[in-house]
């Protein structure tokens, strides 16, 4: 883009104005935005940390300002990340968490103590960053890439002393991986994304422990074998410290209900005196009767994860209380996963997006709620394991109602329903999220669940439609 030109799609002169709000998502949203492109191709020119070095140094090195975790991995990446910025944020530490894709508005991507950024900060800073986008010629940065830039920018103005930051795709070229963090914590990881980060375990946690930093410190969620392996070799290669989830911590649900669930965590390492500030070592804890407001075992093993990072940041002098980390996690707030909307019929959403999700999702839904039929609202993104998600759930549901998200990445209702149509006799299609629940209700009685998934953008549209929130779109 060059001086003078208006911005496509906003009306504004990058020489004459600034940016309000809606001029702001309309620039954002003209760049290259893959998370609307599906079957991306993974290639130098797209994908590399050359582009975003060149950013960030441009800026100053925003990212340099605060210390970071960094979190990869296909599942549960997103919750554990809310759950160590709670924990965090509970122990008295300014707190910053970058996230993506968002479900209401894209402020939610970049928060600072829990609260979004403001639409005033987030124009200023396109307004401030834009001359430097442009500058860059041909080879532009990505949506993602300036959202990456702007949580920098904004958690260095802000003052935040810890970030805590998601990875977008993979780990090794994702925007995110300029940070030296503190931590690098890779949750569970399953086939995801196959077209672009590979189609085998090896290839995806080839990815995914990317993140990895030579003499870094790692956490990592229980690993299938083929996975473990890899990111065993990365970090031996690296001189990097692994702690596993399942062996140097080990967890135990106590009790749960559809508000929540009760456990038990025990570390099993005996810290050292450099990681605990004492002169001698701090002997294994065990944290009892801890709580969270997120549904699912699965979730169990995020927090225990959580826990395990923030333990970790021993090392590094931050010292986080056993009250911290009790509060921490029951403050933590993370919707769209196993999120009960109403009741009297049950409504429940859940963003299960690959065939392992949607398997947990529908052992979730079995454990937690004694219902007589289930009906299932499904909808997912073209280049997703569609059979996969459906042939996990589709066989429990006494109807299904196959839909789309507004999203452009979204699949056609009708390849849903053709796939629903294999295990299910009640297929039917609708064209929209707000009609789907409407049919769904009609059918539905009072004992009867109710649940939307395949898609977090299917799911932020039906939280829109049953609580009144509003959504900005995409």
């Known amino acids: ?114 609260i979004p950024i403001a639409q005033a900060d987030l124009a200023a800073l396109v307004s401030e960053l834009e001359p430097t986008v442009s500058s860059m010629g041909d080879d532009q940065p990505s949506t993602f890439e300036v959202a990456t830039a702007l949580a920098f920018l904004h958690f260095s103005r802000q003052g935040v002393e810890l970030a805590v930051l998601e990875v977008g795709l993979g780990g090794r070229l994702d925007a995110t991986n300029v940070v030296t963090p503190l931590l690098s914590v890779i949750t569970s990881l399953s086939l995801d994304h196959t077209a672009v980060l590979g189609d085998t375990l090896t290839l995806i946690a080839r990815e995914k422990a990317g993140i990895i930093k030579p003499g870094g410190m790692v956490v990592s969620s229980p690993q299938p074998p083929e996975a473990l392996k890899v990111i065993h070799e990365v970090c031996e290669q690296r001189g990097a410290r692994l702690y596993l989830v399942g062996r140097e911590w080990r967890w135990q649900g106590t009790s749960s209900d559809v508000t929540g669930q009760s456990f038990t965590c025990e570390s099993r390492l005996a810290w050292p005196p450099e990681a605990t500030g004492k002169d001698s070592p701090v002997e294994p804890r065990t944290y009892h009767d801890l709580w969270i407001p997120l549904l699912g075992e699965h979730q169990l093993i995020n927090a225990c994860t959580a826990l395990a990072a923030v333990e970790a940041l021993r090392f590094h002098g931050i010292l986080i209380t056993s009250e911290a980390i009790e509060e921490g996690l029951r403050q933590v707030h993370w919707p769209g996963r196993l999120q009960v909307l109403s009741r009297e019929p049950t409504v429940v959403v859940d963003g299960a997006h690959n065939r392992e999700s949607a398997a947990l999702l529908l052992r979730s ?95 932020a549209e039906a939280i829109q439609a049953v609580t009144g929130v509003e959504g900005e779109g995409y």
């Not at 991306?40 to 975003?52: C, G």
């Not at 070095?53 to 979190?71: C, D, I, K, Q």
């Not at 999203?407 to 390849?415: D, G, L, N, W």
């Open 1 to 114: 883009m060059n001086y003078g030109q208006s911005i496509p799609g906003t009306g504004v002169s990058p020489l004459t104005a600034t940016f309000d709000y809606g001029a702001t998502l309309r620039y954002l949203y003209s760049l290259t935005d893959l998370e609307k492109s599906p079957g991306v191709v993974y290639s130098p020119s797209r994908f590399n940390l050359e582009r975003m070095g060149r950013l960030v140094s441009a800026l100053g090195h925003p990212e340099s300002a605060f210390a970071t975790v960094h979190v990869a991995g296909t599942k549960g990446k997103g919750s554990t990340a809310a759950m160590i910025a709670s924990v965090l944020r509970a122990a008295g530490h300014k707190t910053g968490l970058y996230t993506s894709p968002h479900l209401h508005t894209f402020r939610e991507r970049i928060m600072v103590d829990g």
């Open 365 to 459: 839904l079995q454990q937690l709620f004694r219902c007589r039929d289930l009906y299932l609202i499904l909808g997912a993104s073209r280049d997703k394991d569609i059979p996969g998600i459906v042939g996990e759930l589709a066989p429990a549901g006494k109807a299904i109602i196959a839909t789309r998200s507004r999203h452009p990445r979204a699949a056609a209702p009708e390849v849903i329903a053709v796939e629903a149509s294999r295990y299910c006799s009640r297929v039917s299609v609708s064209s929209d999220v707000a009609t789907a629940l409407a049919a769904a209700k009609a059918m539905a009685k009072t004992p009867d669940l109710i649940c939307v998934a395949g898609s977090l953008f299917l799911v």
